[in-house]
């Protein structure tokens, strides 16, 4: 069986929106919802001190533990970037990240791997796509 | 800036380690002291109930966030299989995956993967090495 996890960069975001705390719960509220995950227990949030060399507010981490694996978000205000991981043991449809991270956090540019995490045959070693255009 | 994210599959593992919530909680913990991680809050952890057709116990799910970003375990006892996920954002020193799944989980097999994760200039978009045999 092979599960895939996603991994997604976004470059060229708004700086504030990737330091708003609803907007990141929001993403993953969107995410369970249209992607049909199932979360177990709550959702953990973390927003870092902003650094003294930068204008820029602290970036913010979520981790999700799902029935499907996890679901992970970091943001760095500071780069104008966002990175995001889903694993999922079990197939779920297409999600289009880009499309989401564009409209949500104004990313210029979204790109987005896929992984097989092969956890029952040992074979799971390629990455097999890249969907999504910068 | 260029984050870096192992993702390792492990198989052919003793089942019964893999149920075994102190046995994942140390390997947290050794990863964090061996590697110098720096964990933000406490860890967060689920064990799946055993599924009514196997004769194994059920899976473990862990995830830490971390200062340096994210640590995530998931077992899945069935197929005798691990699979965990370490994202830096800042460089750390290799750490010998292999090594220590197959003392502590009795694996045949450990794959570690390397992704670079480009949270600053939008090129990061190679799985650069493959470490770690069969």
């Not at 990141?24 to 919802?33: E, I, N, S, W, Y």
């Not at 959702?43 to 970036?59: E, K, L, N, V």
């Not at 799902?66 to 694993?87: D, K, R």
């Given at each position: 069986?092979?599960?895939?996890?996603?991994i997604?960069?976004a470059?060229?975001?708004d700086?504030?929106?990737?330091?708003?705390?609803?907007?990141?719960?929001?993403?993953?509220?969107?995410?369970?919802?249209?992607?049909g995950?199932?979360?177990?227990?709550?959702?953990?949030?973390?927003?870092?001190?902003?650094?003294?060399?930068?204008?820029?507010?602290?970036?913010i981490?979520?981790?999700?533990?799902l029935a499907?694996?996890h679901?992970?978000?970091?943001t760095?205000?500071?780069?104008?970037?966002?990175?995001?991981n889903?694993?999922?043991?079990?197939?779920?449809p297409?999600?289009?990240?880009?499309?989401y991270?564009k409209?949500?956090?104004?990313?210029?540019?979204?790109?987005v791997?896929?992984?097989?995490?092969?956890y029952?045959?040992?074979?799971?070693?390629?990455?097999f796509a890249?969907?999504?255009?910068?």
């Amino acid at each position: 069986m092979t599960g895939i996890e996603w991994i997604v960069e976004a470059h060229g975001c708004d700086p504030q929106s990737l330091a708003e705390m609803p907007r990141l719960q929001q993403l993953f509220a969107d995410m369970v919802r249209e992607i049909g995950l199932r979360p177990v227990g709550e959702a953990q949030w973390h927003q870092f001190p902003a650094s003294p060399q930068s204008q820029q507010p602290g970036g913010i981490t979520g981790l999700c533990l799902l029935a499907e694996s996890h679901l992970a978000v970091h943001t760095f205000p500071e780069h104008g970037s966002l990175c995001l991981n889903l694993f999922c043991c079990k197939p779920r449809p297409q999600w289009d990240f880009g499309k989401y991270i564009k409209k949500h956090f104004a990313a210029q540019t979204v790109n987005v791997r896929q992984l097989e995490r092969d956890y029952a045959t040992a074979s799971g070693l390629k990455v097999f796509a890249k969907a999504g255009g910068r």
